[in-house]
């Protein structure tokens, strides 16, 4: 008899994405050059602004959240679906996270941004992102979950949270960030 839980189980279940987790790290891992130009970006552009579409949308905006946590070592961040916000301009990073770069309005806000020579970096799933991307700009991709318990693609999102978590982590490491710091912007 095996220790192992029932297939379909909370137990199995949680497994499963206990195991995509790892697979989300090692990617992570063997991307550490596109995160670093990804950290790099953020704190060498005028302005962070970060944009996804429905779940996705919900992982950019705490994105920018998490970044505007280190609003006295960073460049001001904004959510691009926030009504009171700072409007693009050249210099300026679009932070895009999206399973696929589909989306009509992100094709859109894409190309605007590419227009007034903004930088793009994407977060996204395989080789997805070639539907928006243009040359120079930034991807980091993010493995899907190879399992049947997955049901309308939240594993993305789990993965695209995971990489948020690394890379704020990255990025208080790499510019001594205090904790308490952090703590003073945290809304409470």
């Not at 992982?59 to 926030?82: K, T």
Request: aromatic share 8%; net charge negative.
């Amino acid at each position: 008899m095996s220790n192992e839980p029932a297939p379909g189980t909370t137990g199995s279940l949680a497994a499963e994405y206990a195991a995509f987790c790892q697979r989300v790290a090692d990617a992570c891992a063997a991307q550490a050059p596109a995160v670093e130009a990804l950290v790099d970006a953020i704190i060498d552009a005028g302005a962070v602004h970060c944009y996804g579409f429905g779940r996705s949308g919900n992982v950019a905006a705490s994105l920018a959240i998490r970044l505007h946590h280190f609003q006295r070592h960073l460049p001001p961040v904004w959510w691009v679906g926030d009504l009171v916000r700072d409007p693009f301009r050249p210099g300026d990073l679009l932070i895009v996270v999206s399973r696929t770069c589909e989306r009509f309005e992100l094709r859109d806000l894409v190309r605007h941004a590419h227009s007034l020579g903004m930088r793009c970096a994407f977060v996204t799933e395989g080789s997805h992102g070639a539907a928006c991307t243009a040359k120079g700009d930034l991807v980091v991709s993010l493995p899907p979950m190879e399992s049947s318990a997955v049901y309308g693609g939240g594993d993305f999102e789990l993965a695209a949270f995971f990489l948020q978590e690394v890379l704020t982590a990255r990025i208080g490491a790499r510019l001594g960030i205090d904790h308490g710091d952090v703590a003073r912007f945290h809304v409470y």
